[in-house]
C-alpha cells in the first residue's frame, strides 16, 4: 500500500532559526515528490516538486533533498519568519496511478517571535 | 493568469438545500480535481476531470455531483449534504500528465 509518512506532526521554532522537516514514503514506483505549503483555511502552494533523478532542490528559504533509495525526503527552511507558521505537506506520485497521489498527514509548524 | 480562483469562499447551507461550488483556470490545464479537506487532515481526493471528462471518481456519495462544462470551468453540485461533509473544498488543475497541481483557496462548507 502506498503510504507517506511525515515527521514531525508538530513543530514549534523560534523566529530566525532553521528547521527540518522529514518525509518518508513507500509510493511505488516512484514518479515524483512534492512539497506544500498550506496557510490554515487556503489551499496548499507548491514549494518544491523532484522527479527521481533530483536530489536537491531550492526555492527561496526552503530546500528539500531526496534520497530516492532511502526513500526519504526533507524540507530544510533557512532563517525562519512568522510568514512560515503553516502546515507543510509531502505528496508522493507513482506512475501508474495517473491523477491520484499520496498525501501526507503534514508538518504543522509554528514560529514564534 | 497562474492562478485557480473558487466561489464561493464561504458557504452555509441545510441538509435539504441544493447549491454549487465554482472553480475557474485560465492557465490551459486540462487536468481539474475537487478534494475534500477536513481540519488537521490532508486533502482526499474527490473527483479527477481530464479533457472535461470524468476520469476518477473515488466512491464520491451521488450526493456530491461534480460538472465540467468547459476546459476552464468545474463545478460541484451538492444536494442532500449532511453534517459530515462540512469541510474546505478545493479545486486544483494542472497540465495533463504532469502531478504539479495548483490549488485554489478552497470553499468553507458549513452543513447545518
Known amino acids: 500500500k502506498n503510504q507517506v509518512e511525515q515527521s514531525p506532526q508538530s513543530l514549534i521554532i523560534l523566529e530566525g532559526k532553521n528547521c527540518t522537516l522529514q518525509c518518508n514514503y513507500t509510493v511505488s514506483p516512484f514518479s515524483n515528490l512534492r512539497w506544500y505549503k498550506q496557510d490554515t483555511g487556503r489551499g496548499p502552494v507548491s514549494l518544491t516538486i523532484m522527479t527521481f533523478s533530483e536530489n536537491t532542490k531550492s526555492n527561496g528559504r526552503y530546500t528539500a533533498t531526496l534520497d530516492a533509495d532511502t526513500k526519504q525526503s526533507s524540507l530544510h527552511i533557512t532563517a525562519s519568519q512568522l510568514s512560515d507558521s503553516a502546515s507543510y505537506i509531502c505528496?508522493?506520485?507513482?506512475?501508474?496511478?495517473?491523477?491520484?497521489?499520496?498525501f501526507g498527514d503534514g508538518t504543522t509548524l509554528t514560529v514564534k517571535p | 493568469d497562474t492562478e485557480v480562483t473558487q466561489t464561493p469562499k464561504h458557504l452555509v447551507m441545510g441538509m435539504t438545500n441544493k447549491k454549487s461550488l465554482k472553480c475557474e483556470q485560465h492557465m490551459g490545464h486540462r487536468a481539474m480535481y475537487w478534494y475534500k479537506q477536513k481540519a488537521k487532515k490532508p486533502p482526499e481526493l474527490m473527483f479527477v476531470y481530464s479533457y472535461e471528462k470524468l476520469s476518477i471518481n473515488e466512491s464520491v456519495p451521488s450526493r456530491f455531483s461534480p460538472e465540467c462544462p468547459n476546459s476552464s470551468l468545474l463545478n460541484l453540485h451538492l444536494h442532500a449534504l449532511q453534517p459530515e461533509d462540512s469541510a474546505l473544498y478545493l479545486c486544483?488543475?494542472?497540465?495533463?500528465?504532469?502531478?504539479?497541481?495548483?490549488f485554489g483557496p478552497g470553499t468553507r462548507l458549513t452543513v447545518l
Open positions: 486544483a488543475s494542472s497540465r495533463m500528465g504532469s502531478d504539479e497541481q495548483f
Open positions: 505528496v508522493v506520485s507513482a506512475n501508474t496511478n495517473a491523477g491520484k497521489s499520496t
